[in-house]
């Protein structure tokens, strides 16, 4: 079945910086790669997704990356904001996969320093 | 309408006991999770259901856990004779589709074992 790596499993970024979070998969049938985020005590939000017809995809302070290649995608979050702190999930979707359809990373406990 | 919901939001329960957790998830999505989520921890995936079919029991943890999908609807986890290991949030999420389409969370269960 799927397997999702993500690293690394905390980042401390000083408030302003960038943020990047790294997702690798293994099976190259997956097509749909959503970003998730946990804010302390909340159930998981979709942030961004991309699907493997692209390889990247922006929306305002957040960008995806994927290289199929590789079999890997990342996440970068600019100018970064407190509210930016959380745990981000990365995920890999097999279409029509079953348990499959949709793994998720450990998750990154991304924290912003004032 | 409504998101996914979960039911009851919050449960202490006496070691030894059996607890029924509960998922209404939105109208009209086939797919189905069960995650649990230890404090601190990432989504360890329970089971998996796709409309009718049988579901995908690959990650529960024992034989004291099971879980039923009524109608292709509502879905109930129950956990028979609790440990104090069995302490943590657990999380639905449904999808329109097996894979490739977003996953909607409800808020979780927090289930706490005394």
């Known amino acids: 079945g799927e397997n999702v790596e993500q690293h690394p499993s905390t980042l401390s970024v000083q408030e302003g910086d960038s943020a990047v979070i790294k997702c690798t998969y293994s099976?190259?049938?997956?097509?749909?790669f959503p970003w998730y985020k946990q804010e302390l005590g909340k159930r998981p939000q979709l942030i961004i997704d991309?699907?493997?017809?692209?390889g990247e995809k922006k929306d305002q302070r957040i960008a995806v990356t994927l290289n199929k290649t590789a079999k890997h995608f990342s996440l970068h979050i600019t100018e970064t904001q407190p509210e930016d702190s959380a745990v981000y999930f990365c995920?890999?979707?097999?279409?029509?996969?079953?348990?499959?359809?949709?793994?998720f990373g450990k998750g990154t406990h991304l924290i912003i320093q004032p | 309408g409504a998101g996914v919901s979960q039911s009851p939001s919050n449960k202490v329960t006496e070691k030894g006991k059996d607890v029924e957790l509960r998922c209404d998830p939105i109208s009209g999505h086939t797919a189905l999770y069960w995650y649990r989520q230890s404090l601190g921890q990432g989504l360890e995936f329970l089971i998996y259901?796709?409309?009718?079919?049988?579901?995908?029991k690959s990650g529960l943890p024992s034989d004291r856990f099971s879980a039923e999908r009524t109608g292709g609807s509502v879905s109930t986890l129950t956990i028979q004779r609790t440990q104090q290991e069995d302490s943590a949030v657990y999380l639905c999420?449904?999808?329109?589709?097996?894979?490739?389409?977003?996953?909607?969370f409800g808020q979780g269960t927090r289930l706490t074992v005394v």
């Open positions: 999420a449904s999808s329109w589709n097996s894979g490739g389409t977003e996953a909607f």
């Open positions: 259901f796709q409309g009718n079919s049988a579901p995908d």
């Open positions: 991309i699907r493997s017809n692209v």
């Open positions: 099976d190259s049938a997956s097509n749909y």
């Open positions: 995920a890999a979707s097999v279409p029509g996969g079953g348990a499959d359809g949709l793994t």
